[in-house]
């Protein structure tokens, strides 16, 4: 297996091959293969957006669904324009666990990562 580099796309989101794999053993600890991941922003926190990531079974109007190995990513088209190029990603650490995000549209940047959880 070859190490894969990830391509950012300015037109639409991003999720990372490590992200992509979290997302997909989250749904198979759940036993569920109707949920998808369902990211949103609302404005406030400290980079100027704040972001909600969840499972969700809906589709709503307008959605704007990416598909990154097999993992359903979807965004509701107002967040679309604030999401595009952002990467998504996981990490793993001592001193930290949880997703990413790595948004360039965003006005600011965070020191403590308080708004990505």
Do not use: W
Request: a negative charge; aromatic letters at 6%; one cysteine or more.
């Amino acid at each position: 297996m070859t190490d894969q580099v990830t391509e950012r796309r300015t037109d639409q989101i991003n999720l990372s091959p490590v992200a992509a794999a979290k997302v997909r053993s989250l749904l198979d600890q759940e036993g569920r293969d109707d949920l998808q991941l369902r990211i949103s922003v609302q404005p406030g926190g400290c980079s100027g957006l704040r972001y909600q990531l969840f499972f969700d079974e809906r589709s709503l109007d307008g959605d704007v669904v990416s598909d990154f190995d097999g993992v359903a990513v979807v965004v509701d088209r107002m967040s679309v324009p604030y999401l595009n190029g952002a990467m998504i990603d996981f990490v793993d650490t001592i001193e930290k666990q949880g997703f990413t995000i790595d948004n360039p549209n965003a006005t600011g940047s965070c020191a403590c990562g308080d708004s990505f959880h």
